[in-house]
């Protein structure tokens, strides 16, 4: 058996055609999980991070990791991991925090799900992996009762640097976040690293974001080790179920089990 193919047990599985998607419940599918995050951080994108083929860190034995299986042979082709609010006050906290002073966001009543490293098998960048991981990740936060996603998207640099100013630009006033609950970046991006040509435009999962109705909410942060900058993103669940509910929520019927 090939080692990208897991074996094991998943949680209830959504299936679109070629492609299923699943919460992970056993090691070798998490481990598979880490892999596909290495191959993409590290050996595409040049992330300066620690370990043998495998990229994990402190918050991941915390978090849920719902990947994107092919079901024709089995791979892996898309993972994303889910940091609950409770889960985090039990661990590391978020993330997010490691970056962002996100205190305003917490002022907000409900439940908070974190979404973080989230990746795509370059073999696989087509729509339908991306909506169908989506799809997959909208009725995790709805079923579980989770009344906001949260978390950082990566923005690489241009051949100039960072645009930073023509990021913010480019936001319109429905995708800014209301000013009250903006997020004070830890380490912004250096005055030196910064240019004014946007010669990239925006990564395609933070378009995702934007389109199903995400704020950004504060100025951006410097990921050295990703070599990215990384804004902080907010999306109300009512934003998401009155936008996208028939194209990411689908009826329970449509819904299948998995052991």
């Not at 993409?40 to 915390?62: K, M, T």
Request: aromatic share 10%; hydrophobic share 35%; net charge neutral.
């Amino acid at each position: 058996m090939r080692q990208d193919i897991p074996t094991g047990r998943w949680q209830r599985s959504e299936i679109s055609g070629r492609y299923q998607t699943l919460v992970a419940l056993d090691p070798a599918t998490v481990a598979a999980a880490y892999r596909l995050r290495y191959r993409v951080f590290v050996e595409e994108l040049g992330a300066r991070l620690p370990g043998d083929g495998i990229e994990q860190d402190r918050f991941d034995p915390y978090c849920d990791h719902l990947v994107v299986q092919d079901r024709q042979d089995g791979r892996i082709v898309a993972t994303t991991r889910l940091l609950s609010d409770q889960a985090a006050e039990r661990g590391e906290g978020f993330y997010s925090q490691t970056e962002f002073d996100i205190d305003a966001i917490f002022t907000l009543p409900g439940r908070f799900l974190e979404v973080g490293r989230t990746c795509i098998d370059p073999a696989c960048r087509g729509g339908i992996v991306l909506t169908t991981l989506w799809s997959g990740l909208a009725r995790y936060a709805i079923e579980r009762g989770f009344d906001y996603l949260m978390g950082c998207a990566s923005i690489p640099p241009g051949p100039s640097g960072f645009a930073v100013e023509a990021f913010q630009r480019r936001l319109t006033p429905a995708q800014r976040g209301p000013l009250w609950l903006n997020v004070r970046s830890l380490r912004p991006v250096p005055d030196h690293l910064r240019c004014q040509r946007d010669d990239c435009g925006l990564p395609p999962l933070l378009q995702t974001y934007l389109r199903l109705g995400a704020w950004v909410c504060g100025e951006p942060y410097w990921d050295e080790a990703f070599d990215c900058m990384d804004v902080f993103i907010l999306l109300p669940l009512t934003r998401l179920k009155a936008r996208y509910s028939r194209r990411f929520i689908r009826r329970p019927a449509e819904i299948h089990g998995h052991a």
